[in-house]
């Protein structure tokens, strides 16, 4: 369990991309069980990042044990995607410890021993309400040191849709007694630093989990006959089918590569602590370590919302390519479609995560990574196979550029092109990657060339929406819903 953790507390100090295809695979075979697996790495490496050498030796050799498991409590009723609303409270008390009050919903194994809350610390909670400023991560077991329980109460467990065997549960805490983990009033980026892995994770599980249905779907495929053949063999489903695979592996590329820079921050970064190195050395390390980060930041909402959108879009075409059967329980294709769907909603939602990937354009994180982009892509023009796909590709780069001189002009008009300006991007990086795996891998030029013709269409297609429905358009919208009476709370008869 936790497989990334320090040798020294039991863990495989395995790197991040590691951990993540083994939970990719774990997912493929289960996607529930994967979200208990998938929390212990996070949880255990927040414990691991941010608290006391006590709370470590205390708690880290118990997780990589499987003695202990973990859940993270964020959400609350008022507070889902917007965490400035969170009011569970958290006091200091004259000991040192934290004692916490309130209520979170649907917390992911929130049956687990330990919790790590997030919870508005009580002397500055009027003035830091409704922002993530104020706020603390506290680490609160079930049960105190001498075993009695800890006031941490699950009243009930979600009846959902799907993933069934991930309990989903309301926590509630009274008077129950934690430590702080990380600075006060800092919890929030602790807990960032946290989302940030769990929503690499997620990606991680959604893949897996569309790969279970890729497989289900081309097995069955291949045995039904309808007229006289195998319906794997009629044009519309043998595409549908060669979608489902190349989407899963651009989406996989584009997560490899997050996980690989991933891992280069926290090597780069480690290295640096320890004092290593010339000067020279360590100003070059610094440099490339400052851009990596800028990297992961917009590849980490990119690859969530990319991962989760096509898993319930491969899920989804494998219920069809079943037929009726895949309508029923009697195949797994409908659980698979069903379990898939949460995966574009925890871990921040797919708008939030379009929302991030903005934030991080303006900041300018865009130039930095198709800098990236057009050096791999102009590295491949010397090579026959990938020239002029690469070509094709890299043409591509100006047009989103351009775009986005027209979305930040207009900050309202981004916030509704999010979605759309992040497909672009993901387009544009993933095409990139795919096509510098046939570098490697000389058979998988269909693969990147099919995603190459298909996408690069569809970023062209992007950016004249974005520049030519400009005007009116959110008027539109609010006129359309005011039309049909939804642009306000109905009231109730
Ligand atoms: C099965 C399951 C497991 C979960 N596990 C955990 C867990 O372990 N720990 C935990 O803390 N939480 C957990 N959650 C909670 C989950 O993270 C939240 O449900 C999620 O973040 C969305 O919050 P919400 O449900 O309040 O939706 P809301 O925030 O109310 O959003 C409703 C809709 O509005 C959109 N929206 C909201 N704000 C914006 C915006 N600024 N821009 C554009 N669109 C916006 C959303 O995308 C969504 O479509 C879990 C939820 C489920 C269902």
Not at 169 to 182: H, K, M, S
Not at 326 to 347: C, F, N, Q, R, W
Not at 464 to 482: F, K, S, Y
């Amino acid at each position: 369990m936790a497989l990334p953790i320090a040798e020294e507390y039991g863990g495989a100090a395995v790197p991040i991309l590691v951990n993540g295809m083994v939970l990719e695979m774990i997912s493929r075979a289960d996607t529930s069980l994967m979200t208990i697996l998938g929390l212990q790495s996070g949880t255990a490496g927040d414990i691991q990042k941010f608290g006391s050498e006590e709370l470590k030796r205390t708690w880290l050799p118990r997780f990589t044990s499987g003695e202990v498991q973990g859940c993270m409590d964020l959400t609350e009723p008022q507070a889902g995607s917007d965490l400035g609303q969170i009011s569970t409270r958290a006091t200091d008390l004259p000991d040192g410890t934290i004692r916490v009050d309130g209520q979170k919903i649907f917390i992911t194994n929130g049956g687990a021993e330990v919790h790590l809350v997030l919870a508005r610390d009580a002397d500055t909670f009027e003035s830091s309400r409704g922002t993530t400023n104020g706020l603390s991560l506290v680490l609160v077991p079930r049960h105190r040191p001498d075993g009695t329980p800890n006031g941490v109460r699950v009243p009930r467990l979600e009846r959902k849709l799907g993933i069934h065997g991930s309990p989903t549960c309301e926590v509630l805490f009274e008077g129950a007694i934690g430590t702080r983990l990380g600075e006060k009033g800092k919890g929030f980026r602790a807990m960032l630093e946290l989302m940030n892995n769990a929503r690499l994770g997620v990606a991680a599980q959604a893949l897996g989990l569309a790969e279970a249905a890729f497989h289900e779907a081309a097995v069955y495929a291949n045995q039904r006959e309808q007229f006289g053949k195998p319906v794997a063999q009629q044009p519309l489903v043998q595409s549908m089918l060669a979608k489902m695979a190349v989407n899963i592996e651009a989406a996989r590329a584009l997560l490899y590569r997050a996980f690989e820079l991933y891992d280069y921050t926290l090597a780069a970064g480690a290295w640096l602590a320890a004092g290593r190195g010339s000067p020279t050395e360590r100003a070059e390390v610094a440099a490339r370590l400052e851009r990596e980060q800028v990297r992961v930041r917009l590849l980490t909402p990119l690859c969530k919302y990319y991962a989760t959108e096509i898993c319930s879009d491969v899920t989804r075409d494998a219920v069809q390519v079943f037929g009726g059967i895949g309508y029923t329980m009697d195949v797994d294709a409908a659980k698979l479609h069903a379990d898939s769907l949460i995966m574009t909603i925890y871990e921040g939602t797919s708008e939030i995560q379009a929302s991030f990937a903005l934030r991080e354009m303006g900041k300018g994180a865009l130039g930095t990574v198709f800098a990236e982009a057009r050096r791999e892509l102009e590295a491949m023009k010397e090579d026959p196979r990938r020239s002029a796909l690469a070509k094709h590709v890299e043409e591509e780069i100006p047009r989103i550029e351009h775009a986005i001189k027209v979305l930040f002009g207009d900050i309202a008009y981004a916030l509704l092109r999010a979605k759309l300006l992040a497909e672009m991007v993901i387009d544009v990086l993933s095409a990139t990657e795919l096509l510098r795996q046939v570098g490697a891998d000389p058979t998988r030029l269909d693969l990147a060339e099919s995603y190459v013709r298909r996408r690069m269409l569809q970023v062209e297609l992007g950016a004249r929406r974005i520049e030519q429905n400009h005007e009116g358009r959110m008027d539109r919208d609010a006129h359309i819903l005011e039309v049909f009476g939804a642009s306000a709370v109905p009231e109730k008869a």
